[in-house]
Structure formats: structure tokens, C-alpha cells
């Protein structure tokens, strides 16, 4: 009989525990699903918020990471629009000595300037900008005119060359040919 009862208690004890091992397993299950939910959407929220923070979008005068930006920028944005096109422009000097031979480079400034097409020079000259000398200058050297500072006030209006000898190096990367016509970038 001592057997007996040994059996049965066995197998009560085994038929209370196993429902308790099924539910503390399931219960278990349930947890570690929750727990990898929370840590998956915590992770998807800080890469969220990391993406947010590094990629907004900062549309002051110091940001010119833009097109858009640097056309604003420029001095008579419209007549740079119309006329030509806005540029970022690097004052700095270079000063160079011969012995000992050695370079020395200025701090440079960036500024905001413009480049007018050589089709529109006649503007400049009707504004009594630039002298026809100064035209004819310009124009025997195939070069175009650029300027930094307001038309209204007094700009800083230089005969500048277009320098393509090194080429754009960022076009040979583009793979969308989304570029304008090479006719529009002639000045």
C-alpha cells in the first residue's frame, strides 16, 4: 500500500505541477515577448530620435549646405536668378616668397556673391557698373563678371575666368544624370 499511495502521490503531484510548469512557462513566454517589444521599440525610438537630431533641417544664415540656401544668400537674389546664378565666393591671399621658397595662405572668407552670364553684361553697363572698356576687357579674354555686395550700394564687381580644367569631380559620381545641359553652365 505504501507503494500504492507513493504512485498516487506521484502522479497528483505530477498533475498539480505540470499545469504550474505550463503556465509559468507560458507566463514566461509572455514576458520575454513583452521584454523584446519594449527593448525593440526603445531601439527603434533612439534611432529615430539619433536620425531627427542629425538631419533636421537648419535654415540659418550659418547652414549653406544648399542650393537653396546659398541662393538666398546672395546679394540681389533675383538678379541672380535672372541674370545668372548665386556663388559662394573665397577672398584669402596667398603670399609667397622666394628664398626660401614657401607659400603662406590667409585665413579665407566666404561670401555670398554672384556670376552673370555674358549674354547679360549689358545690364551691368546700363547700371554704370562697368565701363565698356571694362567690357571689352573682359570679353577679349573670354572671361564673364562676377560680384560680391548689393547692385544698390557699392559692389565689388571683378572680371572673373571659368576654370574647368580640373572638371566638376562630383559629376563623375552621379549615376542619375539629373544634370542640367552643359550649354546652361556656359557664363
Known amino acids: 500500500m505504501a507503494r500504492k499511495n507513493r504512485n498516487n502521490q506521484t502522479r497528483s503531484s505530477r498533475y498539480y505541477d505540470e499545469p504550474s510548469s505550463r503556465n509559468s512557462g507560458f507566463l514566461g513566454s509572455k514576458l520575454n515577448s513583452a521584454y523584446a517589444a519594449i527593448i525593440g521599440g526603445v531601439l527603434v525610438l533612439g534611432i529615430t530620435i539619433g536620425i531627427a537630431f542629425s538631419s533636421s533641417a537648419n535654415f540659418s544664415t550659418?547652414?549653406?549646405?544648399?542650393?537653396?540656401?546659398?541662393?538666398?544668400?546672395?546679394?540681389?537674389?533675383?538678379?541672380?536668378?535672372?541674370?545668372?546664378?548665386?556663388?559662394?565666393?573665397?577672398?584669402?591671399r596667398v603670399y609667397m616668397t622666394m628664398n626660401p621658397f614657401s607659400v603662406y595662405v590667409t585665413q579665407p572668407s566666404m561670401i555670398p556673391g554672384c556670376v552673370v552670364r555674358s549674354s547679360n553684361w549689358s545690364v551691368l553697363e546700363e547700371k554704370n557698373l562697368v565701363s565698356h572698356e571694362e567690357v571689352k576687357d573682359c570679353k577679349n579674354r573670354m572671361n564673364t563678371f562676377g560680384f560680391t555686395g548689393s547692385l544698390e550700394g557699392s559692389p565689388n564687381i571683378n572680371c572673373i575666368y571659368q576654370n574647368d580644367a580640373a572638371g566638376n569631380l562630383f559629376r563623375q559620381?552621379?549615376?542619375n544624370n539629373n544634370l542640367a545641359p552643359p550649354e546652361t553652365e556656359d557664363f
Not at 550659418?62 to 546679394?75: C, E, L, T
Request: net charge negative; proline share 6%.
Open 62 to 92: 550659418d547652414n549653406v549646405a544648399s542650393r537653396v540656401a546659398i541662393d538666398r544668400s546672395a546679394p540681389n537674389p533675383e538678379f541672380c536668378a535672372q541674370y545668372g546664378a548665386s556663388a559662394v565666393v573665397t577672398d584669402m
Open 173 to 175: 559620381n552621379n549615376s
